[in-house]
């Protein structure tokens, strides 16, 4: 799962997005409202965590122009105006929620994880693909309630395969939504996963199509 | 003890009218009373002297006396005549019983009046009449008198208290909207309209008063929630940094690293809290403290020379042009409040950009202009400039500015001294701050030095 985090303060950005990081999602960060309504026009997130207070451009106009744009990313404002007037007029620009300074990072986690279930039309966190169980929110994977451990880029391909379930995902998308800017990326990383994936769960959970990318059947 | 102004007011005013009525009254019965009395004692003088006209002496004491038929018709008048011995001559019916006076003239006797002469020829007349309709006629002139004041006091009072009311009624108005101050309401205000001049002054000054203490409030209000949010960045960077080093076990260059965010953060904390302390300390700085007079010239120099080595880092022109000027000040104060526009002068400036200070003698004021040559400030920024936490954040990032406090401490510590402090910016150009201080007159030669050479 890939993020965007918009935060102005270098150390609270780089404290976040490690802390994100070690939570297995793929970070971007920026710095004021300018780059970040780029990025966020132009990179298929799965969520953006927002601070309003930014340099440029100003997180409220951040949200508007995102919105204006018909871009349904789902954005947590992270801020320190905790006002309820704050919160209603964010929300109402098209915020999906709101978190304000000083926040626990584990809340902050599980809020962006279920707007991201959300988002993808699958709000419980528990999720059965043939004889898998698959706990979105523990990040946990069962085979015959036998735990399989699977690394951290093996989980986020099946859990982005499993949120878009019947869907084929171009291999493009899963590296989009796998790896931040600054990752290194293999041209084959993808299908090396997918092969130990198929290892792990059984070769018939997850199916290539042909230059077109991977699918686990709904 | 009547408390309301109201009663207080009528009560006063029903007295005087009450008084005013009563010596009305009773001058007009007086009057009266006194006129119909002369009118009395003239038929009475006229009476006697008819009586007289018709007594003759018959010799050795005696008297004849016959009144003439026209005259005999005597109206209520009646008569008694005696000798100088007082043998009485002749009496009419109600005149037969009444003692003999002592001595001629007038006197009033039980509801009468009576005229006693003594004629030529050694006679005693005395004539008088029932003084009963005089004083009915009196009575009943009271008696409407008081009928009349009594309304007139009536309408008075009802006058009265309509009118205490009424003109009292701002009063109350003024009472009803200072309780809803006092509970909390600051928008309230007095209305204005129907109010008269005096009152209407007392309204004017109250609602200015409000106006003052609402915007103070609301602008502590404001500066409460700014330092606040100001804080909470550095907070929240310190909560994230060390959940995130206790979520599991980190090497100990993380470690380290989580340590430096949270000094860095604690830093910016202290310094938002120092700048609110040195901003509270203006604030309640009294002109008692404020007594030195000192050379703004070199105040300014110090200035720029404090801050000439962040200047060179950025590769920027410093040039100052003064003139030898005294301020009565207190000279750390105004070296602060300088300093802090030198310094955003120079933070806020392009790279190889220049520093402008200049100072001048203007309008009967010594006016330091500081200009740079960064960015400018928006035209709708530049009222908010002095706000508290307030960052041109279209151009400016956080590491460029302070805790957002100088230019309001700057504006208070000039406000303090009686001058003030003007921003200028064209978008591009670039910003002149002036602060514009009154000048002392004292000869330059004799200042203090102004500031701690260090």
Redesign the interface.
Known sequence: MRLLVVEDEPDLQRTLARALADEHFAVDTSGDGDDGLFRALHVDYDAIVLDLMLPRRSGEEVLERLRQAGKTTPVIVLTAKDLGSDRVANLNRGADDYLTKPFLLEELVARIHALIRRAARQPSPAVNVGDLRINLAARRVYKNDEEIELTGREYSILELLVRRRGDVVARTTLSEHLYSDDSELMSNAIDVHVASLRRKLGAAVIQTRRGLGYLIDG | MVESLRTRLLVWHTAIVTMVVAIFGGTVCYLVWRTGLSDVDAELAARAQTISGALRPAGRGTFDFTLAPADSASGSIYHILWTLDGTPIDWSEEGENVPRPSAPGTRSRDGRRELTVHTAGGAVVLVGRSLADLQREVWSLAALLLAAGGAVLALSLIAGWLFAGRALSPITRISGTARRMMQGDLSARIPAERVETELGQVVGALNGAFDRLQASLDRQRRLT?DV???L??????????V??AL??ERTVDAYRESLA?CR??AGRMQAIVERLLTLARVETLTNRDVSVTVRLDEIVGRAVADLAPQAAERGLTVTVDTIPLGVTGDPDRLLEAITNVVANAIAYNVPEGRVTVTMREHEGLADVSIADTGVGISPSDLGLVFDPFF?A???????AGGAGLGLTLTRSIIERHGGRVVCASEHGTGTVFTLRLPFATSPIEELALSVDPR
């Open positions: 929630a606040s949010h100001e909470r960045t550095p907070l929240a960077t310190v909560s994230a940094e959940q995130w979520g599991r965010v860095r953060a960052r954040d279209h151009a400016r990032t956080r590491d």
